[in-house]
């Protein structure tokens, strides 16, 4: 199982960076997990549109899904004979309706497989519907928190996750309770909790020092990693 990172940044792209978009490769099936601006110019490098299998979206907020507008163009250029297999939440609805075409065959997030990869989703905690998204595949297991606070069930979604792809947004001295993201400290420790084996830091704020997000993380988590636009990681 193979993550390729797209891009990073949230919620909005940092200079020659890119919002959140990630890769996943196994089961002999490829997958785009969200598609925030600038992702989908990394993913058309890594492998041709008739390739990919599905795209997967955790949230409807643009530095999540705006790239699924010019990939609608992409996809009528690409040859693929068959619509892009779909699956996103179905609110905020202004934001569900971009996807209505017929480049996209779209569904929403329930227990499903995307030929041998197995895709579960929680519920976050977050402004609008969100979801968790586990994929497990080559006997290993993927957990992308998405957007997320603290929430019921997270414990749980990371247990021994081979891989934890986290959402720290945010330096703990701007979290809240109510805030829509976790922090890197957060990030850090629900690792440990969870027993994750590893640890990867994205949606990273460019108003934030990189440093300080990774410190920040690695109080309770020493081998917490930031996500890079571009690597690959081995699960």
Known sequence: LKLTILGANGPYPGADGACSGYL?????????????SGALARLMGRLPLTELDAAVLSHLH?????D????????GFSGRSQPLRTIAPHT??????????PALAVEEPTETAVKGLKLTFAP?????????????????????TGD??????LYAFAAGADLLL???????????????HLSAALCGELAAKAGARRLVLTHLSPRYD????????????????LARAGETIEV
């Open 166 to 180: 986290a959402d720290a947004g945010l330096l703990h001295r701007d979290w809240t309770e109510q805030s829509p």
């Open 24 to 36: 996943v490769e196994g089961g002999g099936a490829a997958l785009m997990l969200d598609a925030g």
């Open 92 to 101: 905020p609805e202004a934001a569900r309706a971009l996807l209505n075409h």
């Open 210 to 225: 990189p440093a300080d997000v990774l410190a920040e993380a690695r109080a309770a988590f020493p081998a917490a990693q």
């Open 148 to 153: 997320t606070n603290t929430c019921d069930g």
């Open 62 to 66: 643009y530095d999540h899904m705006s």
């Open 124 to 144: 976050a905690r977050h402004p609008i519907e969100a979801y968790m998204i586990s994929v497990e595949g080559d006997g290993r297991r993927l957990a992308f």
């Open 68 to 75: 699924m507008l010019p990939m609608l163009y992409a996809l």
